[in-house]
C-alpha cells in the first residue's frame, strides 16, 4: 500500500469517527431555511477572501466598506422578506442566534476600523472577522 492510500485510508476512518462522535449541538432547520444559511456561508466565504485580499493590498478602506456592506450590522435581518421557512434565524437557539451577531458586530467594528485607513489596527483586527464563524462551526452543526 502506498503511504498516499495509507493516509487516504486513515483521514477516512478518522472522518467516519468524528462524523459518529460529532458532539456539536444538531440544530435542525426547515430545508429551505437551511439552504438560505448555506448559501449565506458561502457569500461570507467570499467576502472574507476579499477583505483579507483588500487589506493586504493595502485597500483598507475598500476592505472595511466590503465588511459593512457584506458582514456587518447593516446586513442582520437580510432574510425578513423571506417567507418564516427560508430564514434561518427564528429556527436558530438563543446561543448560535447571538454567535451570528457578534459575528456582524465584529465585521462592523473593523468596518470603522478600516474607514481609518490605519493597516496596521485593520490587520491585526482580520481574525475577529472570522472568528464568530469559527466558534459557531465548532458548537452546531446542521447535518
Do not use: Y
Amino acid at each position: 500500500m502506498t503511504l498516499r492510500a495509507a493516509v487516504t485510508l486513515a483521514v477516512l476512518g478518522l472522518s467516519a469517527t468524528a462524523l459518529a462522535e460529532d458532539p456539536r449541538q444538531l440544530v435542525k432547520l426547515p430545508a429551505p431555511a437551511e439552504e438560505t444559511l448555506r448559501q449565506e456561508m458561502r457569500d461570507n466565504l467570499v467576502a472574507l477572501n476579499e477583505i483579507i485580499t483588500l487589506t493586504v493590498a493595502g485597500k483598507v478602506k475598500e476592505a472595511g466598506v466590503v465588511a459593512e456592506k457584506k458582514l456587518g450590522t447593516s446586513t442582520m435581518g437580510q432574510h425578513r422578506t423571506k417567507p418564516l421557512e427560508a430564514r434561518p434565524g427564528p429556527h436558530m437557539p438563543p446561543a448560535m442566534h447571538e454567535v451570528g451577531r457578534q459575528g456582524h458586530q465584529a465585521a462592523t467594528a473593523f468596518a470603522g476600523v478600516a474607514a481609518t485607513g490605519d493597516r496596521e489596527k485593520a490587520l491585526a483586527l482580520l481574525p475577529t472577522l472570522n472568528a464568530a464563524c469559527i466558534s459557531c462551526h465548532l458548537a452546531f452543526r446542521v447535518r
